[in-house]
Nanobody
Framework: QVQLVESGGGLVQPGGSLRVSCAAS????????MGWYRQAPGKQRELVAT???????IYADSVKGRFTISRDNAENTMYLQMNSLKVEDTAVYYC?????????WGQGTQVTVSS
């Protein structure tokens, strides 16, 4: 069982920056493909970015060039650096861990972009 705890969400003005973190309980964190997903009110959950255990990344078109996903396997932690934030980035951001048939989710952290 892997437990994921997100932190770092909050309120930021348009054009601002924010970094969210995901701390994992498992000491086999390095084996997992990790990802960030988000869900805005009234919308389906969508992929933001993923990073494999070797560091290969994938980004949604809507965040390319603005968001950066990274991981620290020694600290069992994943990050999402969000720059040039837009109002439409407002959502609950969820951490995800996948390995083989295992799939885990965090509880989410709210990111609100508003003036």
């Amino acid at each position: 069982q892997v437990q994921l705890v997100e932190s770092g969400g909050g309120l930021v003005q348009p054009g601002g920056s924010l970094r969210v973190s995901c701390a994992a309980s498992a000491n086999i964190f390095s084996l997992y493909t990790m990802g960030w997903y988000r869900q805005a009110p009234g919308k389906q959950r969508e992929l933001v970015a993923t990073i494999t255990r070797r560091g290969t990344t994938i980004y949604a078109d809507s965040v390319k060039g603005r968001f950066t996903i990274s991981r620290d396997n020694a600290e069992n932690t994943m990050y999402l650096q969000m720059n040039s934030l837009k109002v439409e980035d407002t959502a609950v951001y969820y951490c995800n861990a996948q390995f083989s048939t295992s799939n885990y989710w965090g509880q989410g952290t709210q990111v609100t972009v508003s003036s």
